[in-house]
């Protein structure tokens, strides 16, 4: 999972953690390591349950006040 979006960063997935949250028996979040200095730089989500990654948030500010974020919460839009 994530591998489009780690290499976007222009590294290497590094998977630290996958955590299953929601009892499922499934990982739902991943925190991955892009640039080899052993700490998180993009974390996904799989909003809907599918083992399909929905979110990825790709940046934080200093401030940790916005975030730069990929995906459609497993929630795409409708068009007419």
């Not at 940790?64 to 795409?76: E, F, W």
Request: hydrophobic share 30%; glycine share 18%; net charge negative.
């Amino acid at each position: 999972m994530g591998e489009d979006e780690a290499g976007a960063q222009g590294g290497e997935r590094h998977e630290l953690m996958a955590k299953d949250t929601n009892g499922d028996g499934k990982a739902d979040v991943w925190f991955l390591d892009t640039d080899g200095d052993g700490k998180p730089d993009v974390l996904q989500f799989d909003t809907d349950g599918d083992g399909e990654v929905d979110v990825t948030i790709l940046d934080v500010d200093d401030d940790g006040n916005t975030a730069t974020v990929q995906g459609d919460g497993g929630y795409p839009a409708h068009k007419d």
